[in-house]
């Protein structure tokens, strides 16, 4: 017979299955949100997307054919939209007039879909966000009907700029994308969470499964990742380990971790001993 606290346990676990989260009014379960480049092939994309299972996928509109170079392999052949949610997003735009064209040529392509993820960098060599010109994108694509879920660097005043201009999600960066350093900055990325009324995901620079956990440890609501999976040895078994630090890292979180302390502190107390 099962113990009442084994069925306690249980009952924690299983309240995961109710602990969603929504972008612009859609509901989504899996916090780990994948890209598409840099992998081999197009079916081991699918494969390691599959075994991560993610719901929203991020696809590079400059880069990847999604239906606008007729004849070649199309990525929503192997990640299907009636499956996948797919985020366009507005990788290689270096300014706010390319990235706004970018996101209205993927509304076209998607049949109206209006959720993009806006990235416009500052230079090749960092890709860090140009911010002055990622405002500016963000309040044009805003005023034209597009939820705009934003990368940014992981400046707590720029994340409330983005938010109260209207982004549907903030997403501040862990580190350089396709660094693999992890979280540089957590007490920054911890302020930006605290202070937030919008989901609010770790995009960019995380490099294993320990990353992952983090940043949801931290309070993030998910986290947007696509080098650390494609450029593993094995890719499929890696998405199939960020899904799991992003389930422990939430559940971690909701948990509430003991309090840090600088000497030690008997696991066993010796109030109450008997000799």
């Known amino acids: ?8 346990i249980a009952r924690a676990i299983d309240s995961n299955a109710g602990d969603g989260f929504s972008i ?57 939209p009636d499956r996948y949610t797919i985020l366009p997003n507005t990788a290689g735009c270096y300014d706010a007039e390319s990235a706004v064209r970018t996101c209205r040529l993927a509304r076209e392509l998607l049949d109206g879909h209006n959720l993009v993820k806006l990235e416009v960098l500052g230079d090749q060599k960092t890709l860090f966000p140009d911010v002055i010109q990622t405002l500016a994108a963000a309040k044009e694509l805003i005023q034209d009907g597009f939820d705009v879920m934003v990368y940014t660097n992981d400046d707590p005043i720029i994340a409330r700029q983005l938010e ?23 007490l920054n990325i911890l302020t930006i969470v605290e202070n937030a009324s919008v989901p609010i995901l770790v995009d960019a620079g995380v490099g294993t499964a320990s990353d992952a956990a983090v940043a949801m440890e931290l309070g993030c609501d998910g986290v947007l990742m696509n080098t650390a999976i494609a450029a593993a040895k094995h890719p499929v078994l890696m998405a199939s380990a960020m899904r799991k630090a992003i389930e422990a890292g939430r559940e971690a979180y909701r948990a509430g971790r003991m309090p840090a302390k600088r000497f030690a502190s008997a696991s066993s107390p010796i109030a109450g001993t008997f000799f």
């Not at 017979?1 to 306690?8: K, N, R, S």
């Not at 390691?48 to 070649?72: D, F, K, L, Y």
């Not at 109260?164 to 957590?186: F, K, Y």
Request: glycine share 12%; aromatic share 2%.
């Open 164 to 186: 109260d201009i209207g982004c549907c999600a903030v997403m501040p960066l862990a580190a350089p994308i396709g660094s693999g350093l992890g979280i540089r900055n957590p």
């Open 24 to 80: 612009a009014g859609r509901a989504f379960t899996s916090r780990l949100l994948v890209g598409t480049g840099k992998y081999k092939d197009m079916d081991e994309t699918a494969r390691a997307i599959a075994a991560s299972g993610a719901e929203i996928v991020t696809v590079a509109v400059r880069r990847t054919n999604m239906g606008q170079n007729p004849g070649e392999p199309n990525i929503l052949d192997v990640l299907p």
């Open 1 to 8: 017979m099962p113990t009442e606290q084994t069925i306690d």
